[in-house]
């Protein structure tokens, strides 16, 4: 993974099953600049490469932070963090990346499930200094394992509901989104289930929305397989066919062409590629609604074309 070296500065309890890490350049200089809704690869001393949404503030450069919950079913990334004393520890961190930008809308509304408040915290932050009207919606399960509480009602106030799923009931999300004006967005992150119950009333209610998954990808090597595809390389001039069961990411390494990847399994978006021509199958978790609709951009270890061809970028 290329990126920066950067030292893990301070390890902090943020709640239950959840640690925050800052990470900060060795001699302290300032660090390449971001917008709320962005993120980082982190690569983990066991050469595992995990990506965490940056939860500080951008205007304090000198640091990067994150948190990172404890996930039992996870693959390993969370347990080390947890595991490990990483205070003091150097590790590259990829260059920042964001697929969930906050975009200009007349209303905002966030809604969090667990550790998918990491993103919206920034957004959070950036919007108590604008006049414009917003709200959040904070769950969890359990009020001892929802991290940044207090820092969230010192900055929305009662324009943030923490709602315990644990004691309270889960929040009318058709009330919610209903409410919202023509010119509204939502902004979700969360488990796939949360996303999938926003999506669907904000497309019943023709709200716009934006999206982010986080933990386990749902997407595998696996789901790459499908139907044949041609791929012509434009920039590399050559053209190649993936077969049902070969990945375009190594379609385009058989037709001797280079292209970085890490996860390969379609959560970390290292092999984000461009498509000059064709309609990309998308399936990986990193690209946001609106930029699969765009088709400009895919992840070539797990997506396919909804036709026989794409031309890429490459
Ligand atoms: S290599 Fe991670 S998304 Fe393709």
């Known amino acids: 993974m290329t990126g920066l070296p950067l030292r ?15 990470l900060a350049a060795k001699d302290a200089s300032p660090l390449p600049s971001w917008e709320p809704g962005a993120h980082i690869d982190v690569r983990l001393p066991s050469g595992l490469s995990r990506q965490y949404s940056l939860c500080g503030d951008p205007r304090e450069r000198r640091h990067y932070d994150i948190a990172v919950r404890l996930e039992d079913a996870g ?6 963090i947890h595991g490990s004393a990483l205070v003091g520890r150097d ?7 964001n697929h969930f930008p906050l975009t200009e809308a007349d209303e905002y509304l966030l809604i969090g499930g667990g550790i998918g408040i990491t993103p919206l915290v920034p957004m959070i932050r950036a919007l108590a200094e604008r006049e414009v009207p917003w709200s959040a919606v904070y769950c969890g399960r359990g009020a001892e394992t929802m991290a940044f509480r207090d820092e969230l009602a010192a900055l929305g106030g009662q324009r943030i509901r923490c709602v315990d799923t644990a004691r309270e009931t889960r929040p009318d999300l058709k009330g919610l989104i209903g ?9 979700c992150c969360g488990p796939n289930s949360l996303l999938d119950a926003v999506s669907e009333v904000c497309e019943a209610a023709g709200v716009r929305y934006e999206t982010e998954h986080f933990g386990a990808a749902t997407a595998s090597a696996d789901a790459a397989a499908g139907d044949e595809v041609e791929l012509e390389l434009r920039r590399s001039g050559v053209s190649v066919v993936a077969g049902p069961e070969t990945t375009l990411l190594q379609a385009i390494r058989d037709a001797g062409v280079e292209i970085e990847s890490d996860c390969e399994e379609g959560y970390c978006g290292t092999c984000e590629t461009g498509v000059l021509e064709g309609v990309p199958d998308h399936r990986d978790v990193v690209l946001s609604k609106t930029e699969r609709a765009a088709g400009r951009t895919f992840m ?4 396919r074309a909804c036709g026989r061809k794409l031309v890429l970028d490459l």
């Not at 409410?179 to 902004?187: C, E, F, Q, S, T």
């Not at 070539?300 to 997506?303: A, G, L, T, Y």
């Open 8 to 22: 893990v500065t301070r390890a902090s309890w943020e709640a239950e099953g959840v640690i925050g890490l800052r």
């Open 75 to 80: 693959r390993g990334g969370s347990a080390e």
């Open 91 to 97: 590790l590259t961190v990829s260059y920042v990346r």
């Open 179 to 187: 409410r919202l004006g023509p010119g509204a967005a939502v902004y």
């Open 300 to 303: 070539p270890c797990v997506s």
